[in-house]
């Protein structure tokens, strides 16, 4: 007869094709069996992070929303229309000073970018992580009550048969 596989050994064949170390397995098999493992992972963020990591994220979301596309694009017409008709005369055409402008924006705006997208990273695999977690301790509570029921079947029937017995043997007195 075949050994009843321990919660332990059903994490580790769960975890053989990933290449985690002696210690994270064994780490994670005590947060799957005796611990609440979900955490929330935004909150955990939010306690690490910055100033420098909010500011990232603030210029993030302002440089990519609507609202500054349209106001740019209104900053940019009024630039040229400005400068081309020399109403002011700060940078007339080729607009060599708004050429510089846009550059200097450009090579600031897009490391603090993707600072904020590498932040943005690091949390979804974190996300990821608490999500598998998650997955497999409710795989091994649904085959703990899954071993739960076949048990409760299991001495049903014997109740039944024992039930039926009892039946059997009244109805052969009472002949």
Same mark, same amino acid.
């Given at each position: 007869?075949?050994?009843?596989?321990?919660?332990?050994?059903?994490?580790?064949?769960?975890?053989?094709?990933?290449?985690?170390?002696?210690?994270?397995?064994?780490?994670?098999?005590?947060?799957?069996?005796?611990?609440?493992?979900?955490?929330?992972?935004?909150?955990?963020?939010?306690?690490?992070?910055?100033?420098?990591?909010?500011?990232?994220?603030?210029?993030?979301?302002?440089?990519?929303?609507?609202?500054?596309?349209?106001?740019?694009?209104?900053?940019?017409?009024?630039?040229?229309?400005?400068?081309?008709?020399?109403?002011?005369?700060?940078?007339?055409?080729?607009?060599?000073?708004?050429?510089?402008?846009?550059?200097?924006?450009?090579?600031?705006?897009?490391?603090?970018?993707?600072?904020?997208?590498?932040? &943005?990273?690091?949390?979804?695999?974190?996300?990821? &992580?608490?999500?598998?977690?998650?997955?497999?301790?409710?795989?091994?509570?649904?085959?703990?009550?899954?071993?739960?029921?076949?048990?409760?079947?299991?001495?049903?029937?014997?109740?039944?048969?024992?039930?039926?017995?009892?039946?059997?043997?009244?109805?052969?007195?009472?002949?």
């Amino acid at each position: 007869m075949e050994k009843k596989k321990t919660k332990k050994d059903i994490v580790k064949m769960l975890l053989k094709d990933k290449s985690l170390g002696q210690e994270d397995e064994e780490e994670l098999l005590d947060l799957l069996i005796d611990q609440p493992i979900s955490i929330d992972v935004d909150k955990q963020e939010d306690k690490n992070m910055t100033r420098g990591d909010k500011l990232a994220d603030k210029i993030s979301e302002i440089a990519g929303s609507w609202g500054f596309i349209i106001g740019f694009t209104g900053f940019l017409i009024l630039w040229i229309v400005f400068n081309y008709f020399k109403i002011i005369k700060l940078d007339e055409f080729p607009f060599i000073l708004l050429n510089l402008l846009l550059s200097c924006l450009a090579a600031l705006q897009a490391p603090v970018i993707m600072m904020s997208q590498n932040r &943005q990273a690091k949390k979804d695999s974190l996300r990821n &992580q608490n999500d598998y977690r998650i997955d497999l301790k409710s795989e091994l509570i649904l085959e703990e009550i899954h071993d739960k029921m076949n048990t409760i079947i299991k001495n049903e029937k014997i109740i039944m048969n024992y039930i039926e017995k009892q039946k059997e043997e009244n109805n052969e007195e009472n002949k």
